[in-house]
């Protein structure tokens, strides 16, 4: 059974800060790794992640995946109250279904 | 911008109650998902469809049933709820080979 597996679960930090998420997967097939930011309503995509050691920027975000060691990180520098969220690791294998880990909740205080 | 709608953002019923979610996407997505998120357990997926008319369980269909008579249309039934399935359900699709699943803004059901 696929599984995916997020650390830590919750994190506090204060602005300024930067944060390393993590997201470890087991998949019998593999096709991507997927990133997204949950505030208060739906998941929005944040990055995905095909190929190892290429990093995926965006902002003060970026993220890289690791496909022999089976992992990925988030990285989130000079963090701002508004990165304050629930981040999501999902991983995509042979069909269309995503699975999801539990996420990381980062509370950002000012 | 692909769009998913779902018809009810809160709602409250009463235990034994039958209880429809309603999902519709305009991107003529084949593949559609319904999702259930609580706190500490994450995203799990009750059921998905990849086609009109398809479906298959996902982890945990237990007390849900689906129905996909319209490719734009994916519908979550709770046939008689239970205060355990008090949740926030989310919607999703995405196009067969994409990798980026699009979601609902979420509906969150309380059971009383």
């Known amino acids: 059974e696929d599984k995916v597996v997020q650390s830590p679960l919750s994190l506090v930090v204060h602005e300024g800060d930067t944060v390393t998420l993590n997201c470890s997967y087991e998949?019998?097939?593999?096709?991507?790794l997927l990133w997204y930011k949950q505030e208060k309503k739906a998941p929005t995509f944040l990055f995905m992640l095909?190929?190892?050691?290429i990093e995926k920027k965006s902002g003060r975000l970026s993220s890289i995946l690791d496909k022999k060691e089976l992992f990925s990180i988030l990285n989130i520098t000079a963090t701002q109250t508004g990165d304050s969220a629930v981040y999501l690791c999902?991983?995509?294998?042979?069909?269309?279904?995503?699975?999801f880990g539990k996420g990381t909740k980062l509370t950002v205080n000012p | 911008d692909v769009k998913v709608t779902q018809s009810s953002r809160y709602l409250v019923k009463r235990t034994g109650e039958k209880v429809f979610l309603e999902c519709v996407q305009d991107?003529?997505?084949?593949?559609m998902f319904w999702y259930r998120q609580d706190p500490g357990l994450g995203l799990r997926l009750i059921y998905f469809?990849?086609?009109?008319?398809?479906?298959e369980k996902g982890d945990i269909p237990e007390g849900y049933s689906v129905s996909r008579e319209k490719k734009e249309r994916f519908s979550l039934i709770l046939e008689s709820a239970s205060t355990n399935q008090t949740s926030m359900y989310l919607c999703?699709?995405?196009?067969?080979?994409?990798?980026?699943?699009?979601f609902g803004a979420g509906s969150r059901l309380t059971v009383l």
């Open positions: 998949v019998t097939n593999f096709r991507s």
């Open positions: 469809s990849y086609d009109v008319k398809m479906k």
């Open positions: 999902a991983h995509q294998g042979g069909s269309e279904k995503l699975v």
């Open positions: 095909t190929s190892s050691g």
């Open positions: 999703a699709s995405i196009h067969s080979g994409a990798n980026v699943l699009t």
């Open positions: 991107m003529d997505h084949e593949n």
